[in-house]
């Protein structure tokens, strides 16, 4: 079988963007995309070359054969992405406040991609893979689905495959004692990264430099603190300092979702090339500066071909 760089698992939803800003009951146009944490790293990860195998159920619905559809056309493997006839496919709206913030509204309890189970998965998925990325959205859909990451942890532990964790808090779906949720994926972890709010929810300052001792207690060698549009703070186990990136100006903003992905793609790409962390801080924060010029999660994120020789200096597998 085919070898995939990484490896993800997750929800592919149909997102409905507003066409205007406003509260929702008054909006009467709307864009369809497909979107999800992971899919959206999973697209940047194919636009800068990479194999990215992605694991989920989609409902047989036409929303499921319109993800498919969108999956292969980013050149993303769809052959772990099972179709559930009792099951729909998840939905969810996004609202734009006109100040840049945006809130979003679910429609996905009981939809397919929450039935996932470790018997869905063939640990041999992961044979030959360098990564396994996972968020803490998928655990947090359902008992099965933690379950099912959890699996996926074990069976990328006992091949050697290297694992990167974004906790993607969501208030929607983390409702109980977020700490103790999502500890057992930082525990397994190598690479966290993670916002600012994040950061100050789980290690209780959102300042990279205050909370290192305790990530690296728990251990991750490398920790990364998404710092918005003030770029973002990474750090390794090993090393004394901390590494900054500057942030990239977008050339118009118009919706920030989708921008922790995008960093997340462009930071893992340059470690699975073992790029200096400045660099691969550099190229994450031009990912996503680009995921906030357009409305759909990921539909801005640049093709190999789109980024400058000095943010990829590097040749790369
Ligand atoms: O990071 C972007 C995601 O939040 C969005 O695509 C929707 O995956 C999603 C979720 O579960 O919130």
Same mark, same amino acid.
């Given at each position: 079988?085919?070898?995939?760089?990484?490896i993800?698992?997750?929800?592919?939803?149909?997102l409905f963007?507003?066409?205007?800003?406003?509260?929702?009951?008054?909006?009467?146009?709307?864009?369809?995309? +497909?979107?999800?944490a992971?899919?959206?790293?999973?697209v940047?990860? &194919?636009? #800068?070359?990479?194999?990215?195998?992605?694991?989920?159920?989609?409902?047989?619905?036409?929303?499921?054969?319109?993800?498919?559809?969108?999956?292969?056309?980013?050149?993303? @493997?769809?052959?772990?992405?099972k179709? @559930?006839?009792?099951?729909?496919?998840?939905?969810?709206?996004?609202?734009?406040? *006109?100040?840049?913030?945006?809130r979003?509204?679910?429609?996905?309890?009981?939809?397919?991609?929450?039935?996932?189970r470790?018997? @869905?998965?063939?640990?041999?998925?992961?044979?030959?893979?360098?990564?396994?990325? #996972?968020? /803490?959205?998928?655990? +947090?859909?359902?008992?099965?689905?933690?379950?099912?990451?959890?699996?996926?942890?074990? &069976?990328?532990?006992?091949r050697?495959?290297?694992?990167s964790?974004?906790?993607?808090?969501r208030?929607?779906?983390?409702?109980?004692?977020?700490v103790?949720?999502?500890?057992?994926?930082?525990?397994?972890?190598?690479?966290?990264l993670?916002?600012?709010?994040?950061?100050?929810?789980?290690?209780?300052?959102p300042?990279?430099?205050?909370?290192a001792?305790?990530?690296?207690?728990?251990?991750?060698?490398?920790?990364?603190?998404?710092?918005?549009?003030?770029? &973002?703070? +990474?750090?390794?186990?090993?090393?004394?300092?901390?590494i900054?990136g500057?942030?990239?100006?977008?050339?118009?903003?118009?919706?920030p979702?989708?921008?922790?992905? /995008?960093?997340? &793609? *462009?930071?893992?790409? /340059?470690?699975?090339?073992?790029?200096?962390?400045?660099?691969?801080?550099? #190229?994450?924060?031009?990912? /996503?500066?680009?995921?906030?010029?357009?409305?759909?999660?990921?539909? *801005?994120?640049?093709f190999?071909?789109?980024i400058p020789?000095?943010?990829?200096?590097?040749?790369?597998?």
């Amino acid at each position: 079988m085919e070898r995939f760089d990484v490896i993800t698992c997750g929800e592919v939803m149909v997102l409905f963007s507003p066409m205007d800003v406003g509260p929702l009951r008054y909006v009467s146009q709307f864009c369809k995309y +497909a979107a999800g944490a992971e899919l959206n790293l999973s697209v940047a990860l &194919a636009r #800068l070359g990479l194999r990215a195998g992605f694991i989920s159920k989609v409902g047989c619905d036409e929303f499921g054969q319109y993800i498919l559809a969108r999956m292969r056309f980013e050149n993303l @493997d769809t052959r772990f992405v099972k179709e @559930d006839p009792a099951h729909p496919t998840g939905v969810y709206f996004k609202e734009l406040s *006109g100040s840049g913030e945006s809130r979003v509204y679910y429609y996905r309890k009981g939809s397919a991609a929450s039935t996932l189970r470790p018997e @869905d998965v063939d640990p041999s998925w992961l044979d030959g893979a360098k990564l396994l990325h #996972l968020t /803490g959205i998928t655990p +947090a859909l359902s008992e099965s689905c933690k379950d099912t990451c959890l699996e996926l942890i074990a &069976a990328s532990k006992s091949r050697n495959v290297k694992i990167s964790f974004d906790p993607n808090i969501r208030p929607a779906l983390h409702k109980g004692n977020v700490v103790s949720f999502m500890e057992p994926f930082i525990r397994a972890c190598d690479i966290l990264l993670m916002n600012e709010h994040e950061c100050g929810l789980l290690f209780g300052s959102p300042d990279p430099a205050v909370v290192a001792t305790s990530v690296f207690g728990m251990g991750p060698e490398i920790m990364v603190v998404k710092q918005g549009d003030k770029g &973002a703070v +990474a750090a390794t186990r090993s090393g004394k300092s901390l590494i900054y990136g500057e942030p990239f100006k977008p050339a118009r903003y118009v919706d920030p979702v989708g921008a922790g992905d /995008g960093f997340d &793609a *462009g930071f893992l790409f /340059g470690y699975l090339n073992g790029w200096p962390m400045e660099y691969c801080l550099k #190229l994450g924060n031009f990912i /996503g500066a680009r995921a906030t010029t357009v409305l759909g999660d990921h539909e *801005g994120y640049p093709f190999r071909r789109d980024i400058p020789e000095d943010i990829m200096p590097f040749s790369s597998s």
